[in-house]
Nanobody, 131 residues
Framework: QVQLVESGGGSVQAGGSLTLSCAAS????????MGWFRQAPGKEREVVASFYIGGVSTYYADFVKGRFTISQDNGKNTLYLQMNRLKAEDTAMYYC????????????????????????WGQGTQVTVSS
């Protein structure tokens, strides 16, 4: 059974930084397709960053390019999201997600952006940025 457990959220002032972690069990981070998504109140869940096989192919949403970085620690089987220069509009619940490892190698680029293609989700971690 695949389980994803996020941590690292919190409250920070605009311009600050946070690092989110996603510890995976039952799923090999280095050989799968994983992503970070976020959902603000009243809004749809949206992709922040996603990758295939440890960063061979990586996608970043335009609104985080140059500020956020997705990475992994294979020894810890953990996915990270380093968030710098945070803005008030980054306030949301952040979720880690994993996709079926047998299917995702054949995805188009757009499929990495769609939350519906990721079958396993963590419980989420709240990020609040005050201006």
């Amino acid at each position: 059974q695949v389980q994803l457990v996020e941590s690292g959220g919190g409250s920070v002032q605009a311009g600050g930084s946070l690092t989110l972690s996603c510890a995976a069990s039952g799923y090999i981070v280095s050989s799968g397709c994983m992503g970070w998504f976020r959902q603000a109140p009243g809004k749809e869940r949206e992709v922040v960053a996603s990758f295939y096989i440890g960063g061979v192919s990586t996608y970043y949403a335009d609104f985080v390019k140059g500020r956020f970085t997705i990475s992994q620690d294979n020894g810890k089987n953990t996915l990270y999201l380093q968030m710098n220069r945070l803005k008030a509009e980054d306030t949301a619940m952040y979720y880690c997600a994993a996709a079926n490892q047998a299917r995702c190698p054949y995805w188009s680029a757009n499929q990495f952006k769609d939350p519906a293609n990721f079958g396993v989700w963590g419980q989420g971690t709240q990020v609040t940025v005050s201006s």
